[in-house]
């Protein structure tokens, strides 16, 4: 089994890592077939969470001049005829033989039936008396095969392909508590990102193998290369060299034991060879297939030595020696549980001499190992396991239910089926399975496999659409199924403490993805979201914030998407070296991070995760190098992207309750160096520059509204430029004199000038005359038609409502109704891409009124509402209509009504 590994940059992304432990994604060796016909393990070596090789890779095989001494029952290894890999017809596979011996080379692979018909025997795999299971990794069929050889063979010990290391962890797979699917995780001590897992499935034969062994009384040992050497530092050993020409087939890929299985067999699909000779075998000999299996691999290896990976040549002689020192310890009386691609190499007789040297030298890391949760979405192919299955739930379901699986596959697609509203009736149910019996007998398949399910369940169940089949694919055939692993498995202390806090707050990790709606005035929300952010902090991602269903603009609601996944147990691991709490280790990384920013926006974004996150003891810090960052900071434009987050900030402290005072003096400090520079920042823009001082106007103004209740005018003079005369909120006045003179300077962008403009007119400071007076010098004929056109995008452009302001002011129509028709025709096509995209923006319903008026012809009087004749608008308020919603309105309001 071939572990899968990560790194601390990036946990998930695939790299190759030491010598081939189990895929961080899941190896797959080729697992028992079911008939004569000899089967493959796909290989695994180890790679990254985010992706893994397809197939567990062999190792180039290790001739030695002598047979190990065996004693006890004499080996009936099989021996096997290769042959050329995909030419000339296959021949039939060898018959077993009574002693060890080496593959006797031939001429092409073992021949492949197409369907389970033949049976290769009942006779184990042996090696000098020693009990060799090749199996392919989470195959159920390999599991029920392994379950009943070591029921008939009643071994002393058991060995198990994965990290030597883990031997000390075994017991823990005995504890009630502990449900697979779960993986052995080990990661560098000293880069806690740099891991590797080991995954295992109910399903799983080494699983199977492990609890067979505890339940009776068996020794179980890993045997696989120790997870320190698969960690360390790369090594030219370690490295699977594309330019080998013995490391690839004769097509220059690595080798896929079962696809050329299947291939012999005449089969183009690997997985449905692989069902129908082992999974949906149906006599009553399980164990039969594992001679054949260990006939085909070493067929394979002969013809193709280590298939394209020869990392694997230093995994098997380290298994070779552990099985030697289980020999001595445990006699004859052992079983060893492997991917069936390096049966052929525990076969074949080398020295000790020449396996330790091939382990000479190897580099180590220091590693630590424990259980962790796995999933089956993890599992599948698709997530980028290269040793994974197809579909991990249909697997658990054939495993779990031997007995009439069909049925209650199909029993249970109608249940979800039925929960999401879908209509399925005990009829359909019945159809259902007769059509997939059906299609099995028409395709020479044995029994109905997941083809033929799902065929049936698309026309009788989702009456041929895959729509409600894909609901069917995701949540059975994948599934999201969890694992498990006890309290007394060894974490760090950091996990520890979220574990902890996942219980007290009643967060329990899913791998399933789900909605999560936070009330911040409940306490017991409230402190899910400040954990939520603290890891967010951390660099643990379990939660994402999420637009909520219910809209609102309070600060009270958050609303996040929650799914665990087993890497996140690596970034745990990684966040541990800040603290041993989750609100210490965020508190320690919060003030590196600020000592470390360089740029105002990301200290003010810290400030922000700071107060999200309830880090109390952070903000002094935090604060502390935002004022001295904002002191130092001269461009208008960093502090205007700031100060919209100190904004939010600040309400953030309001409804969670933190203090921010310090927080709102530098806010304060921020708002009036921005007063200052601001006109000056917005003249002499190019298009693009412009159109981004744009944004950042449209956020300061919102932030000026938030702060002006919330800080204190410093003292000293006011900054120059005009203010609002009698304005109660300072602040807001002087903003409004900023918007004032960007407004009317000449050399700032239309964009711009047109936008405060805007501005001024939402708040009131202008009225429409005003606002019409400001439109029309802009639109004169001596404008030039693009900064005309970017006027108007400014003032009525994108989702401000200035549609609706047109609609509602026919006196502003007709001033934009007149520019357009003086707009000369050589300039009307350069500024027509501008208006279409600043009228594009608009609801429909309110370009379609904008038409019907333009059609009219808008009058152009002045301000004020629109004319009698005017579709939609009466020529003026009619007080006895508006009166009869009162008594509605009181009763939704619950008020009563004065009399």
């Known amino acids: ?147 009943a050889a070591l029921d008939a063979a009643r071994p002393g010990a058991v060995l198990v392909e994965g990290p030597a290391e883990a031997d000390a962890l075994v017991a823990l797979a005995a504890d009630p508590d502990m449900r697979p699917p779960v993986a052995l995780l080990a990661h560098a001590v000293d880069d806690p990102g740099r891991a590797a897992f080991w995954p295992m499935a109910a399903f799983s034969p080494e699983w199977v193998a492990i609890r067979w062994a505890l339940d009776h009384g068996a020794a179980v040992r890993f045997i696989d290369l120790p997870a320190a050497h698969t960690l360390a530092a790369v090594d030219p050993t370690w490295s699977d060299d594309e330019d080998d020409e013995e490391a690839v087939s004769g097509s220059g890929l690595r080798v896929d034991p079962v696809a050329e299985l299947a291939r012999a067999a005449g089969y183009e699909d690997a997985e449905r060879w692989w069902e129908d000779v082992v999974e949906l075998r149906g006599d009553g000999d399980p164990t039969a297939p594992f001679d054949a299996l260990a006939e085909a691999m070493g067929a394979l290896r002969e013809t193709y030595g280590h298939g394209g990976h020869p990392r694997d040549l230093v995994r098997e002689a380290h298994m070779r020696l552990r099985l030697r020192a289980a020999r001595k310890e445990f006699g004859d009386s052992v079983a060893v549980v492997c991917g069936a691609w390096h049966v052929p190499a525990l076969t074949r007789a080398t020295t000790v001499a020449a396996d330790k040297a091939l382990l000479k030298g190897l580099p180590r890391a220091k590693t630590e190992l424990t259980w962790v949760p796995w999933t089956h979405r993890r599992l599948a192919r698709r997530s980028g396991y290269g040793a994974g299955i197809d579909a991990p739930g249909w697997y658990a379901h054939l495993f779990a ?230 002191a130092l900071d001269t461009d208008v434009a960093h502090l205007a992207e700031a100060l919209p987050t100190l904004a939010r900030s600040l309400r953030y402290g309001d409804v969670r309750g933190t203090g921010t005072a310090a927080l709102g003096e530098v806010a304060a400090g921020l708002a009036e160096r921005i007063c200052v520079g601001l006109p000056s920042a917005c003249a002499g823009l190019d298009t693009d520059a412009a159109a981004q001082m744009r944004d950042r106007l449209d956020a300061v103004h919102t932030s000026m509204g938030l702060l002006d209740d919330r800080t204190d005018p410093p003292e000293g003079p006011a900054p120059p430029g005009p203010a609002e005369h009698g304005d109660p909120r300072p602040l807001r006045g002087r903003w409004a004199g900023v918007l004032r003179r960007i407004a009317g300077r000449d050399r700032v962008s239309g964009v711009l000038r047109g936008r405060a403009a805007r501005l001024l007119l939402d708040e009131g400071r202008i009225g429409g005359g005003e606002a019409a007076l400001l439109m029309s010098r802009a639109l004169s004929p001596g404008t030039p038609p693009a900064d005309a056109a970017a006027w108007i995008d400014g003032f009525v452009g994108g989702t401000s409502g200035g549609g609706l302001l047109l609609v509602h002011d026919e006196h502003l129509l007709g001033l934009v109704d007149d520019w357009l028709t003086s707009v000369p025709d050589e300039a009307f096509t350069d500024v027509l891409p501008l208006l279409r995209r600043t009228f594009s923006a608009y609801e429909p319903g309110v370009r379609r009124t904008l038409g019907e008026l333009a059609a009219r012809g808008p009058r152009s009087g002045g301000p004020g509402p629109a004319d009698p004749g005017t579709p939609g608008f009466g020529a003026a308020s009619d007080p006895a209509r508006a009166d009869r919603v009162l008594p509605l309105l009181h009763l939704i309001l619950g008020t009563e009504a004065r009399t």
Do not use: Y
């Open 1 to 147: 089994m071939t572990p899968t590994t990560t790194t601390p940059t990036e946990p998930a992304a695939p790299t190759e890592p030491a010598p081939a432990p189990a895929s961080t994604t899941a190896p797959a060796t080729a697992s028992t077939p079911a008939t004569a016909t000899a089967t493959a393990s796909t290989p695994a070596s180890a790679s990254t969470t985010a992706t893994a090789p397809t197939t567990e890779p062999a190792s180039t095989t290790v001739p030695a001049p002598a047979t190990a001494s065996t004693t006890g029952t004499p080996p009936t290894t099989t021996t096997a005829t290769t042959a050329e890999p995909a030419t000339g017809t296959p021949p039939t596979t060898g018959t077993p033989s009574t002693t060890a011996t080496a593959p006797t080379p031939a001429r092409r692979p073992p021949r492949v039936p197409r369907g389970p018909g033949g049976s290769p025997g009942v006779s184990q795999a042996r090696d000098g008396g020693v009990l060799l299971l090749g199996v392919r990794h989470h195959g159920p069929g390999s599991a029920r095969g392994v379950r």
């Open 401 to 630: 239910a031997p007995d009439r699986p069909v049925e209650r596959w199909m029993t249970g697609v109608a249940g979800l089926l039925r929960a999401e509203d879908h209509p399925v009736s005990s009829a359909d149910v019945i159809e259902a399975v007769r059509l997939a019996e059906t299609l099995a007998a028409l395709r020479g398949r044995p029994a109905p496999g997941l083809d033929e399910t799902t065929d049936a369940v698309r026309a009788v169940f989702c009456e041929g659409s895959d729509v409600p089949l894909g609901l069917v694919r995701d949540r059975l055939v994948v599934g999201d199924v969890l694992g498990e692993v006890p309290a007394g498995a060894p974490a760090v202390p950091l996990q520890r403490d979220l574990t902890r806090r996942q219980r007290t707050l009643r967060l329990k990790p899913e791998a399933q993805e789900r909605e999560l709606a936070l009330d911040l005035r409940k306490e017991t929300d409230a402190e899910r979201s400040r954990l939520l952010h603290r890891l967010r902090l951390l660099g643990v991602h379990w939660g994402e914030p999420a637009a909520g269903r219910v809209a609102g603009t309070g600060t009270f609601r958050e609303t996040w998407r929650l799914r665990w996944e087993p890497e996140l147990h690596v970034q745990v691991a990684e966040a541990g070296v800040w603290g041993t709490t989750v609100e210490a280790a965020a508190t320690a990384k919060a003030e590196s991070r600020a000592f470390a920013a360089t740029a105002l926006t990301d200290i003010t974004a810290l400030a922000e995760q700071c107060l999200l996150a309830g880090l109390a003891d952070a903000l002094p810090v935090v604060m502390r190098a935002l004022a001295d960052r904002a």
